[in-house]
């Protein structure tokens, strides 16, 4: 057990395995203990499986389906718009406009919603361009970044080649770095699950994960709040491992 204590040890599988039940273990115990008393700030396991029930009875089923389907569309929109910025990065004109975009990603999320409301006043559309605005921004800065580490050798091999500037910006920036692009969208995808909740609590006409936490959060429903985050802490984690399995799958070649 000491040596499991040093920096660099390397482990097994099954030792993986066993010091993740134990953590797991050791957070459950300390889960219930710590709510065994009469006052406790933490919901107890029994009031975190009342919240269960209760939001499975008000239509969870229903709401995880359309939380889900606000995250694929805005991520989908997201990368498309993303993808042109990237891939115009390159060229001296259009560099200054992909750059200018990146620089968005400062600016404070409810100021962004201010404006958006103001030209788009249906629910579900509203809550969509925000994420995909929001989105944009980051995942344009992800993917000018993975251009920017593009080996020089690479470029020098497709010139050797006899490539013009635009096979060389097909052939090593686009069908080169699409591996990457899936691992961008992958990590940004976290991003897109948690601001997720965020917008439909905003505009909550269109149900949600959001809209139901924002509802158990009013009447101080605590249970049900654990309930909820545990329920998006395995959608979130079941996506990313879902596109990462999809990538691998897709790339044998890739490496990352």
């Known amino acids: 057990m000491i ?5 660099f040890e390397k482990t097994s599988k099954l030792n993986k395995t066993i010091i993740l039940l134990v953590w797991l273990l050791l957070l459950i115990v300390t ?14 396991p029994v009031q975190v499986l009342t919240g269960f029930t209760e939001l499975y009875k008000d239509g969870l089923v229903v709401h995880i389906f359309n939380s889900l389907k606000l995250c694929f569309l805005s991520i989908f929109l997201a990368t498309l718009i993303s993808l042109v910025f990237a891939y115009l990065w390159p060229i001296p004109l259009l560099k200054p406009v992909s750059e200018f975009v990146t620089k968005f990603r400062f600016l404070p999320f409810t100021g962004l919603s201010f404006y958006i409301t103001m030209v788009i006043h249906d629910a579900r559309n ?4 925000i994420l995909v605005i929001f989105l944009t921004t980051f995942l344009t800065t992800s993917l000018i970044a993975v251009v920017k580490d593009i080996p020089e050798e690479e470029f020098d091999h497709a010139k050797m080649l006899k490539c013009t500037r635009w096979e060389v910006l097909w052939q090593v920036i686009i069908l080169g770095r699409l591996d990457y692009v899936m691992d961008v969208i992958r990590q940004n995808l976290a991003i897109t699950w948690m601001m997720l909740v965020t917008v439909e609590s905003i505009v909550a006409a269109s149900g949600g994960l959001g809209f139901l936490i924002k509802n158990s959060d009013k009447f101080m429903n605590t249970g049900r709040i654990i309930a909820l985050q545990i329920i998006i ?4 984690l079941s996506l990313d491992s879902g596109i990462n399995f ?11």
């Open 3 to 7: 040596k499991y204590l040093i920096p």
């Open 31 to 44: 889960w219930f203990v710590t709510t065994s008393g009469e006052k406790h700030l933490f919901p107890s």
């Open 126 to 129: 509203m809550q969509v361009w």
């Open 233 to 236: 802490l395995l959608i979130g």
């Open 246 to 256: 999809l990538r691998k799958a897709i790339f044998r070649y890739s490496k990352i």
